[in-house]
T-cell receptor
């Protein structure tokens, strides 16, 4: 049972454009929603995260929008750059922190065209 | 501060053998989690350790096991390797008992032939 559904599977955006990746979850016990960025040959790197008590969090060019009632959250990358080309994973976990383990989406392969 | 380190980075084993992978967390971090990454199944949680105790385990067979030492370093072991165990094995560390932020190492690429 896939508890976190991520879309699209792949995305091509022009340099300077906005990249948008969406995720939906089923488990209402999830309490923390991070996004990870992974380059080939590297481990996932924590990008930005949100808790369900806020609807939006912004860090530089990266913004998470969170809709608790719809059980959906999304990552927006503003002014996308070729260096942003990577695979992005959304994830979720419960109130146990690291003990609960992260449940990941299947990933989005993002390509920023110069 | 040094990041999460994993050794070895690459490993080739034969079906039926066993393997041990090692992980050193970020200095001061006491929670270590292990994940398996494959093209088909994506990233899947294996287990988590805190203060040498396994607190949670994912949906993997008993061939997958782990342990944590008093210095927070962790090892995972896979016995009786199968072809389907070929994957990138990732270790992540986080600070305290209820810390949410997990920081990943570069992984160990295991190939089973």
């Amino acid at each position: 049972q896939q508890q976190v559904k991520q879309s699209p599977q792949s995305l091509i955006v022009q340099k300077g454009g906005i990249s948008i990746i969406n995720c939906a979850y089923e488990n209402t016990a999830f309490d923390y929603f991070p996004w990870y960025q992974q380059f080939p040959g590297k481990g996932p790197a924590l990008l930005i995260a949100i808790r369900p008590d806020v609807s939006e969090k912004k860090e530089g060019r990266f913004t998470i929008s969170f809709n608790k009632s719809a059980k959906q959250f999304s990552l927006h990358i503003m002014d996308s750059q070729p260096g942003d080309s990577a695979t992005y994973f959304c994830a979720a976990t419960g109130s146990g922190g690291g003990a609960d383990g992260l449940t990941f989406g299947k990933g989005t392969h993002l390509i920023i065209q110069p | 501060k040094a990041g999460v380190t994993q050794t070895p980075r690459y490993l080739i084993k034969t079906r039926g053998q066993q393997v041990t992978l090692s992980c050193s967390p970020i200095s001061g971090h006491r929670s270590v989690s292990w994940y398996q990454q494959t093209p088909g199944q994506g990233l899947q949680f294996l287990f988590e350790y805190f203060s040498e105790t396994q607190r949670n385990k994912g949906n993997f067979p008993g061939r997958f096991s782990g342990r944590q030492f008093s210095n927070s370093r962790s090892e995972m072991n896979v016995s009786t390797l199968e072809l389907g165990d070929s994957a990138l094995y990732l270790c992540a560390s986080s600070g305290g008992a209820l810390s949410y932020e997990q920081y990943f190492g570069p992984g160990t690429r295991l190939t089973v032939t």
